[in-house]
């Protein structure tokens, strides 16, 4: 019977042992700023295979909309994987750094409104569901929280990139951050910070930003950043006039100069701070995700020309070049919280890319 359960011991060392199901339905969830995506599959079904629902709530609607929206996308999509089946573990990715050691939030950005610990919302919240149609017998999920950076990079990891060493997930939207894997291991940092480029200072005494500190590169290359830029250049003030990074990704294409100038100069910025990254973790491969990779050729060509420009020379006969690309893998936050609701934080140092 062991074989085919999970040992966990929610106590520590000392905590009593209980044994989780291996079958069943696991979940995968990737809370947007404006869109959540929610995918499900049973234990052993491929990746490619998980049932996807995208839902038009996200963290700016408040913790009360998105979470009551998410659990019943959550429940009917795990009625479509298998009926009758419990929903055995729920991974759920942020947009924001989580301290893996207690799963709060480790800054509080504004759209949390004081609430940090998101998992603990979302696993009450299903387990009331559940019981009010199994009864108090039912079994009650696990679920664990993490960035969606720290999640996409498990999931390039996993699924496109095995053979990468030191592996860096961007995320470029209306949050910008970064998640790092080193081997086989997802690096966290002391309090889950690590890789914060969205909270590194680009300009000394620059625009203040949420966090407290000023000058942040995602004060500058943020959603809302860009916008602005964009909207200034016109003398529009108007909100209505572009709602996402996406319609400006769609004016670059359709040749708009404005739209170019202003992902150009956040591409830049963007290669500007992944160089501090690159020049740490040496990294042999930074992948982009995000709206502003929506802008792929023009995005990928700046980033890559601001990073070059502030790159040693390369030594003769090298030959061994970042790699920067934008992620191919279809939604992969939600996928890599899927195998981390599988695994559990704590089995991060047994994680092996031949899964
Ligand atoms: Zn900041």
Not at 54 to 62: L, P, R
């Given at each position: 019977m062991v074989d085919d359960e999970i040992a966990e011991a929610p106590g520590g060392?000392?905590?009593?042992?209980?044994l989780a199901k291996i079958t069943g339905v696991a979940v995968g969830i990737s809370l947007g700023f404006w869109h959540t995506t929610v995918i499900a599959r049973g234990f052993h079904h491929h990746y490619?295979?998980?049932?996807?629902?995208?839902?038009?709530?996200?963290?700016?609607?408040?913790?009360?909309?998105?979470?009551?929206?998410?659990?019943?996308?959550?429940?009917?999509?795990?009625?479509?994987?298998?009926?009758?089946?419990?929903?055995?573990?729920?991974?759920?990715?942020v947009p924001a750094k989580v301290n893996p050691r207690n799963h709060r939030l480790v800054h509080r950005p504004p759209w949390a409104n004081g609430e940090d610990d998101l998992a603990l919302r979302v696993r009450e919240s299903l387990r009331t569901a559940i019981m009010k149609t199994q009864g108090p017998q039912a079994w009650c999920p696990r679920v664990v929280m993490d960035s969606d950076t720290n999640l996409g990079a498990l999931a390039e990891r996993t699924y496109r990139h095995q053979q990468q060493e030191t592996l860096v997930y961007v995320m470029s939207s209306t949050h910008v951050d970064a998640g790092v894997i080193i081997g086989d291991l997802l690096i966290r940092g002391r309090r889950g910070a690590v890789a914060n480029i969205g909270h590194h200072a680009i300009r000394a005494d620059g625009l203040l930003c949420w966090c407290g500190r000023k000058g942040c590169l995602e004060r500058y290359i943020g959603a809302e950043a860009v916008l602005e830029d964009v909207r200034r250049a016109r003398g529009v003030t108007r909100r209505e006039t572009l709602r996402s990074l996406v319609d400006v990704v769609g004016g670059a294409n359709r040749n708009d100069p404005v739209c170019i100038g202003a992902l150009r100069h956040a591409a830049t910025l963007l290669g500007e701070g992944l160089a501090v990254v690159r020049d740490i973790l040496d990294p042999n491969v930074i992948i982009l995700a995000g709206d502003l990779a929506e802008g792929r050729e023009l995005v990928l060509k700046h980033c890559r020309e601001a990073l070059e420009r502030s790159a040693a020379p390369a030594e003769e006969g090298e030959g061994h070049e970042l790699d920067v690309v934008w992620s191919t893998l279809p939604d992969a936050p939600a996928q890599g919280a899927l195998l981390l609701g599988i695994r559990g934080p704590a089995l991060d140092a047994e994680f092996s890319p031949s899964e």
């Open positions: 060392r000392n905590g009593i042992v209980r490619e295979d998980a049932r996807k629902r995208v839902i038009d709530v996200g963290v700016e609607s408040g913790v009360a909309a998105w979470l009551h929206e998410v659990v019943a996308a959550v429940e009917s999509l795990a009625m479509e994987v298998e009926r009758h089946a419990d929903i055995v573990t729920v991974g759920m990715a």
